[in-house]
Nanobody, 124 residues
Framework: QVQLVESGGGLVQAGGSLRLSCAAS????????MGWFRQAPGKEREFVAA????????YYADSVKGRLTISRDNAKNTLYLQMNSLKPEDTAVYYC?????????????????WGQGTQVTVSS
């Protein structure tokens, strides 16, 4: 099993920045891919970004390209999401996710593991 714990959410004004963190523990060697999803009120959960441990390749949803940056520190088993130029439409609960392959996160969008989520609210 893999446990994922997010932190760093909060309230920020439009145009501001936040950095989310996700600490992974357990059998992390089974998870070559990690990523972020988000779910806004009344909407379905959507893919935001992903990164592959082995290659460092990154993947983004079109709506966040150029504003959000995903990274990971493999030594610390920690995933990050740097969010800049935030917009009110970025308001959502952000979930950390992990899977054995990038395909599972980016294409199939059914990660093996989920965190509990952290709230991000962007005021206008």
């Amino acid at each position: 099993q893999v446990q994922l714990v997010e932190s760093g959410g909060g309230l920020v004004q439009a145009g501001g920045s936040l950095r989310l963190s996700c600490a992974a523990s357990g059998r992390t060697s089974r998870t070559d891919a990690m990523g972020w999803f988000r779910q806004a009120p009344g909407k379905e959960r959507e893919f935001v970004a992903a990164i592959t441990r082995s290659s460092g390749n990154t993947y983004y949803a079109d709506s966040v390209k150029g504003r959000l940056t995903i990274s990971r520190d493999n030594a610390k088993n920690t995933l990050y999401l740097q969010m800049n130029s935030l917009k009110p439409e970025d308001t959502a609960v952000y979930y950390c996710a992990a899977a054995s392959s990038t395909h599972t996160i980016v294409v199939v969008k059914t990660p093996d593991y989920w965190g509990q989520g952290t709230q991000v609210t962007v005021s206008s």
